[in-house]
């Protein structure tokens, strides 16, 4: 496919379906709370893209069956919604796409349903830690290996494991796009940023070790040790003045770079 680079106008796009959908992803970390199923989370999901012009950009998505990607505990990523009951210290993923006037924007975070353990918060915040480390780099000169870098050094430092072999992309014209944007890298390697590339970053971060199972639905990605994990996403477009986040959820001003 190649790189394709986006002009200001095109990621001024990505930028209006990423509030819709940091919007519906602030939203969903309010309802999952216990009792809620995954399912009624989709629907609220469908329902408020829907509302504000956009389409779910998961849901068909290679036979895809959700608007959002929902994964608690020990499912890392790819969750199928589905009708069971949320429950008190669950720790759920949520993963959302909007696509607007044929553009894509792509982020997830994780919420705790209910009672947050320790564990689970140093989960959670060592995540979205490294995420804001790894935009951080994002500007002209540095390479896709300094964000890999920001990301498994937060993570070590944290005593916890990235997943190798899950990794960020590109995105905007369609879901995913070249290039990769792994969660692994050694400073100054790789492809260069350059204003106008558009990508996802997103760390998943796991309490145990770094490898995973596929489910027999082709989808749901788990820990094999049965170790809780993370996922916190947003997509960001390289400009000339550094990083722009175009999926701001949080709605504390927390990717003001």
């Known amino acids: 496919m190649g790189i394709r680079l986006k002009r200001p106008a095109q990621v001024d796009g990505i930028a209006a379906a990423g509030r819709i959908l940091a919007d519906v992803l602030d939203e969903l970390a309010t309802l999952a709370v216990p009792g809620t199923s995954t399912a ?3 629907a609220v999901a469908r329902e408020r893209i829907a509302a504000a012009g956009g389409r779910p950009s998961f849901l068909g998505y290679r036979g895809f069956k959700g608007a959002i990607c929902a994964s608690p505990n020990d499912l890392v990523v790819h969750g199928i919604p589905n009708a069971t009951p949320l429950r008190d210290g669950d720790l759920l993923s949520l993963d959302v796409g909007v696509t607007l006037d044929g553009l894509v924007a792509d982020a997830a975070r994780t919420v705790p349903v209910g009672a947050l353990g320790a ?4 989960l959670v915040e060592t995540a979205e830690a490294a995420l804001a480390d790894a935009v951080s780099v994002c500007r002209p000169g540095n390479r896709i290996g300094d964000i890999g870098h920001a990301v498994a050094s937060r993570c070590a430092t944290a005593g916890l494991q990235v ?3 899950l990794i960020g992309h590109g995105v905007g014209f369609a879901l995913h796009e070249d290039p990769q ?3 692994i890298g050694k400073p100054g390697t790789g492809r260069p940023l350059e204003p106008g590339l558009v990508i ?3 760390p998943m971060v796991t309490l145990g070790r770094a490898a995973i199972r596929m489910a027999d639905d082709g989808w749901s990605v788990f820990t094999v040790d049965g170790a809780r994990a993370t996922h916190a996403e947003v ?4 400009t000339d003045d550094g990083a722009r986040v175009l999926t701001p959820w949080g709605g504390d001003g927390r990717w003001a770079v």
Do not use: S
């Open 40 to 42: 009624d989370l989709d």
């Open 119 to 122: 564990a689970d918060g140093h």
């Open 163 to 165: 997943f190798p072999t």
């Open 181 to 183: 944007v792994p969660n």
């Open 200 to 202: 996802a970053i997103e």
């Open 235 to 238: 997509t960001v477009a390289i």
